[in-house]
């Protein structure tokens, strides 16, 4: 039984989705969990939903509002112990039609956003000589994908970071990870077409879609005691869709 009593975690784009579900499995596991995503609404829902945890909202690709909102939190309770970079976006064409701004927006809330949110949780870890920094990757990242160059360059750009700060902050006892899912039910692949999911659900080995629990489970392993001596990996949680 994993126990993270007294631990505080930071989940980002928490208000919907593997996010969510996320936050929702640190907090069964006794962490106190604070909630990231920019629409305060369905943030807040999100929160009531973990006995009123703390929200904050803020845009995690915007520099300014990540320090802000980290120091509050970071005042609040007076330290972050786990860190899950989950939020991400699609902006889905082939590279001819692709505007840059479409190009920008993915490369600046999936990846760049990460730069920033780590930054501002490295020194209270190193202080504590502990840390998680769970980074949410995909599959596409590892294969990459027709339509998505965008999303699967982030997606890689997201496997380097987190093997370099890995690296770079082993010696003070943080680990840095990535979880990279498949085809995981959610709004984000609800948009595809049928034919797309039914294209992708053929090459999954267990033969279904994962659910956003699937995903979260693997996120709780690594924040846990269990994965001391894991960093710097890029955990596949796809049922067999890659190997
Ligand atoms: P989702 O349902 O679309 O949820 C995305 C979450 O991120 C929302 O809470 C959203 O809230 C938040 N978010 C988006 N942009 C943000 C920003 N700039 N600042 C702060 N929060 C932001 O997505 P999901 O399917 O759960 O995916 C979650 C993560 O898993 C993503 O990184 C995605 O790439 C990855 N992933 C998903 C799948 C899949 O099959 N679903 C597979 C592989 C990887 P707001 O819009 O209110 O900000």
């Not at 930071?10 to 907090?27: D, E, N």
């Not at 701004?101 to 502990?130: A, C, G, H, Y």
């Amino acid at each position: 039984m994993i126990d993270l009593t007294g631990k505080v975690a930071v989940v980002t784009g928490a208000s919907r989705g593997i996010g969510r579900a996320i936050a929702a499995k640190l907090h069964s596991a006794g962490a106190e969990v604070v909630l990231v995503a920019r629409n305060p609404q369905r943030l807040n829902e999100a929160a009531e939903e973990l006995g009123n945890a703390m929200a904050v909202p803020m845009d995690v690709s915007a520099a300014d509002e990540v320090q802000t909102g980290f120091k509050n939190i970071i005042r609040e309770k007076g330290k972050i112990d786990i860190l899950v970079n989950n939020a991400g976006i699609t902006r889905d064409n082939l590279l001819l039609r692709l505007k840059e701004e479409d190009i920008q927006q993915v490369l600046d809330i999936n990846l760049k956003s990460m730069f920033f949110t780590s930054k501002n949780v490295l020194k209270p870890m190193m202080k504590q000589r502990w840390g998680r920094i769970i980074n949410i990757t995909s599959v596409i990242g590892l294969t990459g994908n027709s339509g998505q160059s965008n999303y699967a360059a982030s997606k890689a750009g997201i496997m380097g970071f987190t093997k370099s700060l890995a690296k770079e902050i082993g010696s003070r006892n943080i680990t840095v990870n990535a979880v990279a899912p498949g085809f995981i039910e959610t709004d984000m692949t609800a948009e595809l077409s049928e034919d797309v999911q039914k294209e992708m659900a053929a090459s999954i080995a267990l033969g279904r879609f994962g659910s956003t629990e699937d995903v979260a489970n693997a996120v709780l392993f690594l924040a846990s005691d269990l994965a001391d001596y894991i960093t710097g990996e890029v955990m596949n949680v796809t049922g067999g869709m890659y190997m």
